[in-house]
């Protein structure tokens, strides 16, 4: 035996959890679309057999499930925590929920947003989840924009013009070092929030 092999061999392997395979294959959905999500090619990146990959998964379409709910319970999460107002501030929440969401944030977010919606135009189940995460984007921001006084009808419609703009927003490329920029997302926000 060589010396190197010797070393690889004693040295221990991290012990990988179901965690650690869905946060790869996350990563993965991000780069490459669901196609790239391959057994073979996450076991190889961790530097293991796909018998680790079976200890915590059925199977892949267990892991595409697995990615999913994460994805889903992650996006819901973060609604809640973005749209949840104090009474008497709902404005300035909506005006949040459009700054955060419309800020050059994180890339990798975007990316998996978009892997996530690409797989959704192919499997009818993903779109369905997709569907319900957008419904309760739109429902929450809804509620702010009722406690505002607004109509269910004109709330509805103010909710979809917030996403339209910042997932709108986050797909164009321009010059976002623009200083007018803060000023342009100032009175884009003033106009769909009326105020």
């Known amino acids: 035996m060589t010396t190197e092999r010797k070393t690889r061999s004693s040295t221990p392997r991290?012990?990988?959890?179901?965690?650690?395979w869905i946060e790869a294959?996350?990563?993965v959905l991000a780069d490459q679309g669901v196609?790239?999500?391959?057994?073979?090619?996450?076991a190889k990146n961790f530097g293991v057999t796909k018998g680790s990959f079976y200890w915590h998964f059925k199977d892949r379409q267990d892991l595409l499930n697995a990615v999913l709910q994460?994805?889903?319970?992650?996006?819901?999460?973060?609604?809640?925590?973005?749209?949840?107002?104090v009474p008497g501030k709902e404005m300035e929440q909506i005006h949040h929920v459009i700054d955060v969401y419309s800020a050059v944030r994180n890339r990798k977010g975007i990316s998996i947003e978009l892997a996530v919606r690409d797989w959704a135009r192919h499997d009818p189940?993903?779109?369905a989840v997709v569907e319900e995460v957008d419904s309760y984007r739109?429902?929450?921001t809804r509620k702010l924009f009722v406690s505002l006084g607004l109509s269910d009808d004109e709330?509805?419609?103010?909710?979809?013009?917030?996403?339209?703009y910042v997932f709108g927003h986050s797909l164009m490329a321009y010059d976002r070092s623009n200083p007018k920029v803060p000023e342009f997302k100032r009175?884009?926000?003033?106009?769909?929030?009326?105020?």
């Not at 991290?14 to 650690?20: E, M, S």
Request: a neutral charge.
């Open 14 to 20: 991290t012990q990988l959890d179901r965690n650690d």
């Open 25 to 27: 294959a996350i990563e």
């Open 35 to 42: 196609a790239g999500l391959r057994v073979e090619v996450l």
């Open 70 to 85: 994460e994805w889903k319970e992650g996006r819901l999460r973060d609604i809640e925590k973005q749209s949840t107002a």
């Open 125 to 127: 189940a993903i779109s």
């Open 138 to 140: 739109l429902e929450c």
């Open 155 to 164: 709330a509805r419609a103010r909710s979809i013009l917030v996403f339209a």
């Open 187 to 195: 009175w884009i926000a003033e106009r769909i929030t009326g105020r």
